[in-house]
Nanobody, 124 residues
């Protein structure tokens, strides 16, 4: 059974930075395509970024392109999301997600396993 545990969330001022981590277990990490999603209160879950199994390919939502960077360390079974130039509208619960296969997708229902999420709050 795949388990995903996020960490690194918190309260930050607008313009600040945070790095989220997602520790994975239960499957060979390098066989999983990974993604980050977020959900603000009263809103639908939103795609943030995805990364291929090797880390060579990435995909971003337009709203975070140029500000966020997704990466992974397969030796450490860990996924990262470096967030810079944070805005109040980035406030949400951020979750990592896992899927088999090589396709990078922004569709939540294509992902099989999910973490519990970590809260990011950006103050103005």
């Amino acid at each position: 059974q795949v388990q995903l545990v996020e960490s690194g969330g918190g309260l930050v001022q607008a313009g600040g930075s945070l790095r989220l981590s997602c520790a994975a277990s239960g499957r060979t990490f390098s066989s999983s395509t990974m993604g980050w999603f977020r959900q603000a209160p009263g809103k639908e879950r939103e795609f943030v970024a995805a990364i291929s199994r090797s880390g060579a390919s990435t995909k971003y939502a337009d709203s975070v392109k140029g500000r966020f960077t997704i990466s992974r360390d397969n030796a450490k079974n860990t996924l990262y999301l470096q967030m810079t130039s944070l805005k109040p509208e980035d406030t949400a619960a951020y979750s990592c997600a896992e899927k088999l296969g090589f396709l990078l997708t922004s569709l939540p229902n294509e992902y099989t396993h999910w973490g519990q999420g970590t809260q990011v709050t950006v103050s103005s």
